[in-house]
């Protein structure tokens, strides 16, 4: 697997992303993937710190650079928990737990995640608030997003040998047939 085409993919991948999204500066964006489906493996059965670095890093520069927080998911075994930024944990009132991510124990995503976050943080749930999301392997993110989830279809479906699946929110439309709705 050559980790230079994973970056370029994942750069790819997040850029289309987030144009589409438009998060507005101070949202959530949630990243759940396993690097194991990745590199064409069975998720949870080679996770790999330098695969991880290669989709992580393009995702928290693209994030970072619209000022969004980045919610990293864990895998069951830490019941999906998420590692954040404290001042996301803040902002958003999410509850803390206590636990350290490792590879085979949250992750490879979220254990290469928590050694780069400047305040890194793990909580039990995002109570569903994240305003768009990226699943690479088909690790379910759904459960995070904001109540009207809506796909995104990308030019690209793959990072490696990963299938991915794009999301973003937006408000629920209420008040019926004589409604007016800004565009969304």
């Given at each position: 697997?050559?980790?230079?085409?994973i970056?370029?993919e994942t750069?790819?991948?997040i850029?289309?992303?987030l144009?589409?999204?438009?998060?507005?500066?101070g949202?959530?964006?949630?990243?759940?993937?396993?690097?194991?489906?990745?590199?064409?493996?069975?998720?949870?059965t080679?996770?790999?710190?330098?695969i991880a670095?290669?989709?992580?890093d393009p995702?928290l520069?693209?994030?970072?650079?619209?000022?969004?927080?980045?919610?990293?998911?864990?895998?069951?075994?830490?019941n999906?928990?998420?590692?954040?930024e404290?001042?996301?944990?803040?902002?958003?009132n999410?509850?803390?737990?206590?636990?350290?991510?490792?590879?085979?124990?949250?992750?490879?995503?979220?254990?290469?995640?928590?050694?780069i976050?400047e305040r890194?943080?793990m909580?039990?749930?995002?109570?569903?608030l994240?305003?768009?999301?990226?699943?690479?392997?088909?690790?379910?993110?759904?459960m995070?997003?904001?109540p009207?989830?809506?796909?995104v279809?990308?030019?690209r479906?793959?990072?490696?040998?990963?299938?991915?699946?794009a999301?973003?929110t937006?408000p629920k439309?209420?008040g019926?047939?004589?409604?007016i709705?800004?565009k969304?």
């Open positions: 697997m050559d980790i230079n085409e970056k370029i750069k790819e991948v850029e289309e992303l144009d589409i999204a438009d998060v507005k500066s949202g959530l964006f949630v990243l759940g993937g396993s690097t194991s489906e990745v590199i064409g493996k069975k998720v949870g080679s996770g790999s710190l330098d670095k290669a989709i992580v995702i520069e693209s994030v970072k650079k619209r000022n969004l927080y980045l919610a990293v998911q864990g895998c069951e075994h830490l999906r928990a998420l590692l954040v404290e001042e996301a944990m803040i902002k958003y999410l509850e803390e737990v206590s636990v350290i991510p490792q590879v085979h124990a949250g992750g490879s995503l979220q254990t290469y995640s928590y050694t976050f890194p943080v909580v039990e749930s995002l109570k569903g994240a305003h768009a999301g990226l699943d690479i392997g088909l690790v379910l993110i759904g995070h997003l904001r009207v989830a809506v796909p279809r990308l030019k479906n793959k990072i490696g040998y990963a299938t991915i699946v999301a973003r937006r439309l209420i019926g047939e004589r409604a709705y800004k969304q």
